[in-house]
């Protein structure tokens, strides 16, 4: 499919959204959330990266933060963990803010496999195209276009745009990263196999080097609540102040959380729950309602396509209760009991 927007550069680019319920009700319901879903107690730790088998399966934290700066946790929010899969949601923002709209749509993809992250059979049928940045091939294709002189550069500016959607440095755990770096023979493959396909045009051990490592950044459930309420928020980031991206980067940003955020289950994560989202291995949930804000769960047990149970459990209960779904036509009014 061709990319529209030089046919409707002249046309504004308008955004109808609502805004969250009053900070009572907003608190009120998260707590029910995050009291129902507790002591859930299904789904299983990650442990193909080894030190991610020790992560303790009940811990959990939630987190919300709106446009307008308000920000509520609860539970385990001060644990970190490492963002995994969630940066790639925030590094393809950078990359697409560097190269603009079309690059990604031609150079990557923008379309869902069906298949698991860290498909080889995706690339291999699609003519080498790793189809969309959400999955791991992909999103070492999005990393590979980072601009920038030597790997040092790129990482920079890589941790550096990260750091700035969260509101404060963020830090590589060195401990993860080698247990990972250890053991990623399957990305380094997907590396290789794109090179095959002439479609990494730097070296493949070192963009996979540049991608563990964006993985390996700690954050806590806050923050990709914070990440992902900037791109709620037109780009700038509620909390700071600071403009970290364009209004037009969120917006295609949302568009592959919506179609690829969550693998071959992001259908029925749609369906469910109404929201762009970005999971993680590691147990970290992002849901972005445009115009409102973003919540950021952690809890590490995961359902068979690396996504957090509990998580996803809670974001459906707050994209309902709160309001969220994009796709929720009903009128609300707090006034006149809707919140009951
Ligand atoms: O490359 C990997 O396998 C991990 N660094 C990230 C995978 C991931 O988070 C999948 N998400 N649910």
């Not at 644990?79 to 990604?104: C, N, P, T, Y």
């Amino acid at each position: 499919m061709p990319v529209f927007e030089a046919h409707i550069e002249d046309v504004e680019q308008r955004a109808l959204t609502g805004t969250l319920p009053a900070q009572q009700d907003v608190i009120r319901l998260m707590t029910q959330a995050y009291q129902r879903y507790r002591t859930l107690d299904e789904g299983v730790v990650a442990d193909y990266i080894p030190i991610l088998g020790r992560a303790d399966p009940a811990r959990f934290g939630l987190s919300l933060v709106g446009v307008n700066g308000f920000v509520h946790e609860l539970g385990d929010t001060a644990v970190g963990f490492s963002i995994q899969s969630i940066s790639k949601a925030f590094v393809f923002a950078l990359v697409r803010e560097a190269l603009g709209h079309e690059k990604l749509h031609e150079v990557v993809g923008v379309n869902n496999t069906g298949l698991p992250f860290n498909s080889v059979i995706a690339i291999e049928l699609n003519d080498g195209s790793p189809m969309n940045s959400m999955n791991n091939a992909g999103a070492i294709a999005t990393t590979a276009l980072i601009p920038g002189a030597d790997a040092q550069q790129r990482w920079d500016d890589l941790v550096g745009g990260l750091s700035a959607f969260a509101g404060h440095p963020l830090e590589v755990d060195q401990e993860v990263y080698r247990s990972e770096a250890e053991t990623n023979h399957r990305n380094q493959a997907l590396g290789r196999l794109l090179q095959s396909y002439g479609r990494l045009a730097v070296d493949p051990a070192e963009v996979v080097d540049l991608y563990t490592r964006q993985c390996v950044l700690t954050v806590t459930s806050t923050d990709p609540a914070t990440m992902g309420a900037t791109l709620a928020d037109g780009g700038v980031n509620p909390v700071t102040g600071e403009r970290v991206v364009s209004a037009e980067t969120c917006r295609d940003t949302l568009a592959v959380l919506a179609s690829c955020g969550m693998y071959e289950r992001s259908g029925e994560w749609l369906f469910e729950i109404g929201l762009p989202g970005k999971s993680g291995v590691s147990g970290g949930i992002v849901a972005v309602s445009p115009g409102k804000g973003a919540l950021g769960s952690f809890s590490p047990p995961l359902d068979p396509a690396g996504n957090s149970v509990r998580g996803q459990r809670a974001c459906a209960h707050l994209s309902r209760a709160l309001g969220l779904n994009l796709f929720a036509s009903a009128r609300f009014d707090s006034t006149e009991g809707a919140l009951a």
